[in-house]
């Protein structure tokens, strides 16, 4: 599983990476995180609003910082 983290690097956009790692941990499931920052790639993805959340190239959020107890879904529903 990938976890993308679209965004620019701001601190927003870290509090949602910190949360992606805690949720991961929590569930006890295995991912890579990447971060995308190229506004290009983004743009591609459909993501006006950033911070985002992608799950293997699958939108789950934009625009908000989700808490670890939102993301856990987002990623058991993938496994």
Partial sequence: MKIQILGS???KCKMLEQQA???MNEAGIEAEI???TDI???MEMGVMITPALAVDGDVKSSG???NKDQIIPMLQHVE
């Fill in 9 to 11: 690097g701001c601190p």
């Fill in 40 to 42: 290009n790639d983004i």
């Fill in 21 to 23: 790692r805690e949720a």
């Fill in 64 to 66: 908000k910082v989700l």
């Fill in 34 to 36: 990447v971060k995308v």
